[in-house]
């Protein structure tokens, strides 16, 4: 039996599923710059897609195949893949080539407020005024813990390179919004290897003249690991989570997971790389994790809940 902890703020394996992948996240920052050093970023994507849709069949297999999906869902997660891999992939990876990991985390974080914006726009997505208030608290304390770092602002990025990652927050906001509906109504494995299905082939096709330019005997153990651990985990099982949790909850409460990202990415710099946290850093994780609790916490009325798209 759940306690009233979980019943009060609804958390179920799906929210575990939406930690671990946000986990999983995290880390990918510092895996894909250090890749990228060594990798095309076109040819990263080609490559780690590939891997990725591997890893998704692989599991499909496992589960006895994939099952028996309407023609109109089939299409509509084929202009999904189209949308959320192969048009957000490109426009994400060109843009954190061009400017830092703290950039493009802080910038991304603007993808809860797209979602729930875009989603109460088009009348799909209705939050409880205490929702709202989570998402404003959690992107505030986003900024917050990324501003308080003498080297963590917009100033110091590319600001080509923000306005491409900003262009793919509002990407995959419009992914988010527009998959509800079919992610309720098909299985996260199945979901997500479509949209896999659909949208790698124009990955691979864009990234051909960078594979035939790419200096292959440069790219090291570094380059390798960033793109094996980005296809499988972050891309390949962390999409598989991630449509679980928009079948589950909806657009809006599921995008705002997406801001306790660059906490897990400082978390993970002050391990491996020695980095420390200033004060206000402290305070902004803990705002973050707070509106993430108000944001996820039940309606009281059907009036109030998030409903998914029919």
């Given amino acids: 039996m759940r306690s009233a902890t979980a019943r009060k703020f ?3 394996t799906v ?3 939406l930690l671990v992948t946000i986990l999983i996240w995290g880390v990918n920052y510092a895996a894909i710059k250090a890749a990228l050093r060594e990798l095309n970023p076109s040819v990263f994507n080609a490559i780690r897609f590939v891997l990725a849709t591997a890893t ?4 499909a297999r496992s589960r006895g195949g994939m099952p028996r999906i309407p023609r109109r869902d089939i299409a509509m997660l084929a202009m999904l893949g189209i949308l959320g891999n192969t048009l957000y992939q490109m426009i994400f990876i060109q843009g954190i080539a061009r400017t830092t990991a703290a950039n493009a985390s802080l910038i991304m974080s603007s993808c809860p407020m797209l979602v729930a914006l875009l989603g109460a726009a088009l009348g799909w997505d209705r939050l409880p005024r205490v ?3 989570g998402v404003a608290l959690a992107v ?8 308080s770092g003498s080297r963590h602002n917009l100033v110091t990025g590319n600001l080509t390179g923000d306005l491409l990652i900003l262009a793919s927050a509002a990407t995959w906001a419009a992914y988010t919004v527009l998959a509800s509906g079919v992610m309720a109504r098909t299985p996260p494995i199945a979901a997500t290897l479509v949209t896999f299905i659909a949208g790698t082939p ?3 096709l864009l990234a051909l003249p960078s594979l035939a330019r790419q200096d292959w005997g440069a790219v090291g153990v570094r380059g390798w690991f960033g793109v094996a651990f980005s296809g ?7 999409y598989m989570l991630w449509n679980a949790g928009i079948a589950a909850l909806g657009g809006a409460r599921t995008a705002v997971y997406q801001n306790f990202t660059p906490v897990v990415a400082a978390a993970f710099a002050w391990l491996t790389l020695g980095e420390r ?9 803990a705002a973050v994790l707070s509106g993430i609790a108000l944001t996820r916490r039940r309606a009281r009325t059907p009036a109030d809940a998030v409903e998914p798209a029919a």
């Fill in 277 to 285: 946290w200033t004060a206000g850093q402290f305070v902004g994780a």
């Fill in 202 to 204: 124009p990955l691979v």
């Fill in 140 to 147: 505030g304390g986003l900024a917050l813990l990324l501003l």
């Fill in 15 to 17: 929210d575990l599923g």
């Fill in 10 to 12: 609804g958390f179920s």
């Fill in 131 to 133: 929702a709202w208030a």
């Fill in 232 to 238: 499988i985990f972050a891309i390949g099982l962390a």
């Fill in 56 to 59: 998704l069949a692989a599991l």
